[in-house]
């Protein structure tokens, strides 16, 4: 059935309807997934709506409408890389920040635990970070990770396991 309640826009539909139509069913979904990826929700929010964008400009050239969900998480993932890309190369050529000073909220167990885990999180490398996310945080199978991220099952797989391995010793080190 395809209607309000489906995620699938209608083979029928041109591309306002349809993206429209996405949009209010995945909107917030896609943020949160590019939020954790770039640990920053307005730019965030920037990519999310350059792939709805970019979609809406393309949807006849689209071969299968039924696919645009697993479109939009690629495309979302490939304008996180680029993002994190451009801050690679920003972050190359700044100046050495000065050292933080610790503030009074770190006392707290609980934020210290969660800024442990998001630390850990963020010393992976990316293609390991970006596995356990999409499957632990936007809870995807490994079929549709393997599809978001360009990669076969079996990398999704290796990545997952060595991601966690990774987390689960940085996290025993601190402990």
Not at 31 to 44: D, K, M, W
Not at 105 to 126: D, I, N
Not at 143 to 151: C, F, K, P, S, V
């Amino acid at each position: 059935m395809t209607g309000p309640t489906s995620t699938a826009p209608v083979p029928s539909w041109d591309a306002d309807e349809a993206v429209t139509h996405l949009y209010a069913a995945h909107y917030r979904s896609l943020v949160r997934l590019s939020a954790l990826l770039l640990r920053e929700t307005a730019t965030a929010e920037e990519v999310v709506q350059d792939a709805f964008v970019a979609m809406h400009g393309s949807w006849r050239r689209l071969d299968d409408p039924d696919r645009a969900l697993a479109y939009l998480r690629r495309s979302v993932v490939n304008g996180v890389r680029s993002v994190q890309r451009h801050r690679g190369v920003a972050d190359r050529h700044a100046p050495a920040p000065l050292p933080a000073g610790a503030s009074a909220e770190q006392g707290a167990m609980v934020a210290l635990e969660h800024a442990e885990v998001l630390a850990a999180l963020r010393s992976l490398p990316v293609r390991q970070r970006e596995v356990l996310v999409l499957r632990y945080y936007v809870d995807l199978p490994e079929g549709d990770i393997a599809e978001a991220l360009g990669i076969s099952r079996g990398a999704v797989k290796s990545h997952a396991s060595r991601g966690m391995a990774a987390l689960r010793l940085a996290l025993e080190t601190t402990a």
